[in-house]
T-cell receptor, first 113, second 114 residues
Framework: KAGVTQTPRYLIKTRGQQVTLSCSPI?????VSWYQQTPGQGLQFLFEYFSETQRNKGNFPGRFSGRQFSNSRSEMNVSTLELGDSALYLC????????????FGSGTRLTVV | QQQVKQSPQSLIVQKGGISIINCAYENTAFDYFPWYQQFPGKGPALLIAIRPDVSEKKEGRFTISFNKSAKQFSLHIMDSQPGDSATYFC?????????????FGTGTQLKVEL
């Protein structure tokens, strides 16, 4: 069974640009969540999508957005990049229900210069 | 507001020893408490999880102890091995209606020495 696939693995962008990150969940998982991981702030929740609808949203500015497609694949977009957006962006998928945990992808390492 | 507090920040244990990592939470609406293990360059991997109706859960060398009244839970790694050297995160999730959002602790860097 394939795991959670995130592309690209590494990305270098310039301040002010925008970026789109992609996530393919495990087959059958309809819940996809995104996290930002930095040394200073740890793992911070960005948003969760379930059946193409945003179900939860973290405390990030509107520059951070996401969407989910009918095949459960998800993308997140960051517009007007800032230096502080440099981080590891992790996608996680899950079956829905109280006893299911996440499976994380390996992440996309974004560096903003 | 940090809803899940994790300690210690780092831990060095001798091979064969017991590693203990502690977490405390504030929100009584949390009803699912997983632990994740993360190696450099990888995403976190689910290690073991517990629900508050159980005081202890064991899977191999890994045990979660849960104290609902104190709002604390801990991870015990028995017979620690160098391959256990990684960063460990505790987390908590709200009950029904909360979706799958996890609130993570700040992480513990474990090093197991020979």
């Amino acid at each position: 069974k394939a795991g959670v696939t995130q592309t690209p693995r590494y990305l270098i962008k310039t301040r002010g640009q925008q970026v789109t990150l992609s996530c393919s969940p495990i087959s059958g998982h309809r819940s996809v969540s995104w996290y930002q991981q930095t040394p200073g702030q740890g793992l911070q929740f960005l948003f969760e999508y379930f059946s193409e609808t945003q179900r939860n949203k973290g405390n990030f500015p509107g520059r951070f957005s996401g969407r989910q497609f009918s095949n459960s694949r998800s993308e997140m977009n960051v517009s007007t990049l800032e230096l502080g957006d440099s981080a590891l962006y992790l996608c996680a998928s899950s079956q829905d229900g109280p006893n299911y945990g996440y499976t994380f992808g390996s992440g996309t390492r974004l560096t903003v210069v | 507001q940090q809803q899940v507090k994790q300690s210690p920040q780092s831990l060095i244990v001798q091979k064969g020893g017991i590693s203990i990592i502690n977490c405390a939470y504030e929100n009584t609406a949390f009803d699912y408490f997983p632990w994740y293990q993360q190696f450099p360059g990888k995403g976190p991997a689910l290690l073991i999880a517990i629900r508050p109706d159980v005081s202890e859960k064991k899977e191999g060398r890994f045990t979660i102890s849960f104290n609902k009244s104190a709002k604390q839970f801990s991870l015990h790694i028995m017979d620690s091995q160098p391959g256990d050297s990684a960063t460990y995160f505790c987390a908590a999730r709200k009950g029904s209606g909360g979706g799958n959002k996890l609130t993570f602790g700040t992480g513990t860097q474990l090093k197991v020495e020979l």
